[in-house]
Structure formats: structure tokens, C-alpha cells
């Protein structure tokens, strides 16, 4: 079987074609069916599922998972899998929801992620407008409640530096309708920066909202955020990190007793921590 990098993604924001050139490693791009709020996983339940079913000709080096909106729900789920601790990059975009109040509970699957990314042994890159949902939490409150909870800093600082940010001038056309209000076109000719924050791995990046209803300001996200992020930070790690150096670049997932190796050959096999 031919060695590959995987990114899973869902049908609500996949992968770009225009985005595919940056990765200059091999790379298997999968696009799941949309998840659903009681199956995100489509019933496959796991890492190793979703590639046997979706990547069977392929041996997984690293494995990326990428949401947006709320294909997020199927990136919370990879990560609250069992063998989850193969991801080695998440990527939400706009999607990290819970319900009112936010608790480390509800939060689980990121939190445990994220204290992953901290440290750099994962990358975990949060992309959030400032839309305000009826009755349950924000991307904003979300993503304020892990940066602080993780770093114990509300201050923004970035920890290396940031990559290069920038993103061309976008437009955004929203048609009228009883849910997105009057047919509108709204300019962003750089992103509405509100926070730029890293702290190792794991990077935040939340913009205000320029559309009232924020409707435009949450399809920015996918238009214009998604590409961003996918080729500045994950295209640059894996093409920078080489998979098979595992003294360089930190592909361990570990799980009580058992160590998981993102070696070629020994990816799905377990071995018993020393």
C-alpha cells in the first residue's frame, strides 16, 4: 500500500482543490458524508474505521481531521474516539459549540487536545467569527473558555510567532431570506481581526463581525479562514516535519498502558508502554 498523509474532512467543509498544491507530501484527501448530531461518525466510531472504509489502499502516516460549521461535530467525535490519539492536527473552523454554561464536560474532546497542542506535541488551530447563536455557546465563548483554561493567560500572545496571515480581499454575497435577512454584499478586504493567540501547537484565531446578522461574517470563515488556515499551518507542518523521523516531529498518541506509533508500518499496532 502506498504511504500518504490523510486529512478527514466532511461534505460542510472539505478540503479546497486550490488548497491541494501546498501539500507538498503525499496526501489522501477524505470527505465523509455531513455528520449528524447522533451519528457524527456515520456508526464507523473510529480512526481506524473511517480509514479502512474510506483509505484502504493507503498506509496512514499523519492523520489531520478538519471541520467547519458544524461538520466540528465529526472532528469532536474523531478526537473522543478510542484511538483518537492518532490525530496528529484538528482544525476547527467556526464550528466549536456547546451548550450554556461551558464546562470542561462538554468540552472534553478539545480540552484533551488542546493540552496536546500546548505542549507541541499536536497542532490544534481554532478559527472562530463573533456570530451570537440563540441558547447555546458561541465559537467565541468556546474558544475563550479553552485558550484560558489551557494557558491560564486571557492576554493574547503568540508563542512562536504567527505565520503569515493574510487572506486576499474577499467578497461574500448573502441572498435574502426569512433566516439571513435582506440580499446583501459584504467587502472584507482583510480579515476583522479581534484576537490572534498561540501557545505552542495550539493557535487561536477569532475575527469580529462585519454583516449585522453575521451571516456573511460566518461563510467568511469557510471562504476565506478555511484555505488560510489549512495551508499556514498544516501544510507547513507536515511538509516541514518528516513522518518517518519520529525523533523530530512528535506523532505519539499515548492512552493508559499503551503507546501508539505514527510509523508506517506500525501505526495500528499497539505495543505495551515500557
Known amino acids: 500500500m502506498a504511504e500518504a498523509d490523510v486529512v478527514i474532512a466532511w461534505g460542510h467543509g472539505s ?8 501539500f507538498k507530501r503525499p496526501t489522501k484527501f ?8 447522533k451519528s457524527p461518525l456515520e456508526g464507523l466510531g473510529s480512526v481506524r474505521g473511517i480509514l479502512q472504509k474510506y483509505a484502504s489502499g493507503v ?6 481531521v478538519l471541520g467547519f460549521s458544524a461538520s466540528c461535530q465529526g472532528v469532536a467525535a474523531v478526537l473522543g474516539a478510542p484511538d483518537g490519539g492518532f490525530v496528529d492536527a484538528a482544525i476547527a473552523v467556526d464550528g466549536v459549540h456547546t451548550g450554556l454554561p461551558v464546562t470542561q464536560a462538554a468540552m472534553t474532546p478539545w480540552f484533551n487536545f488542546a493540552k496536546l ?8 488551530v481554532i478559527s472562530h467569527s463573533s456570530v451570537v447563536p440563540p441558547g447555546y455557546a458561541s465559537t467565541t465563548q468556546t474558544a475563550e473558555w479553552l485558550w484560558n483554561t489551557i494557558t491560564f493567560e486571557p492576554t493574547p500572545f503568540a508563542a512562536p510567532p504567527m505565520p503569515d496571515l493574510t487572506v486576499p480581499p474577499t467578497s461574500v454575497h448573502v441572498s435574502a431570506g426569512p433566516a439571513t435577512g435582506k440580499d446583501r454584499t459584504i467587502e472584507y478586504p482583510a480579515p476583522a481581526w479581534k ?5 505552542g501547537g495550539l493557535v487561536v484565531l477569532g475575527l ?3 454583516d449585522g446578522p453575521g451571516t456573511a461574517d460566518h461563510i467568511y470563515q469557510a471562504k476565506a479562514m478555511l484555505p488560510m488556515v489549512l495551508t499556514q499551518f498544516l501544510a507547513k507542518r507536515w511538509n516541514e516535519m518528516d513522518p518517518h523521523d519520529m525523533g523530530q516531529a512528535c506523532f505519539i498518541g499515548a492512552l493508559p498502558r499503551v503507546v501508539y506509533s505514527f510509523h508506517p508500518i506500525q501505526m495500528f499496532l499497539p505495543a505495551e508502554a515500557a
Open 195 to 199: 484576537g490572534k493567540r498561540r501557545a
Open 30 to 37: 477524505l470527505t465523509l458524508p455531513n455528520p449528524n448530531w
Open 117 to 124: 497542542a500546548v505542549v507541541n506535541e499536536r497542532l490544534f
Open 15 to 22: 478540503v479546497p482543490d486550490t488548497v491541494k498544491p501546498a
Open 208 to 210: 469580529s463581525n462585519l
Open 59 to 64: 498506509t496512514p502516516l499523519r492523520v489531520s
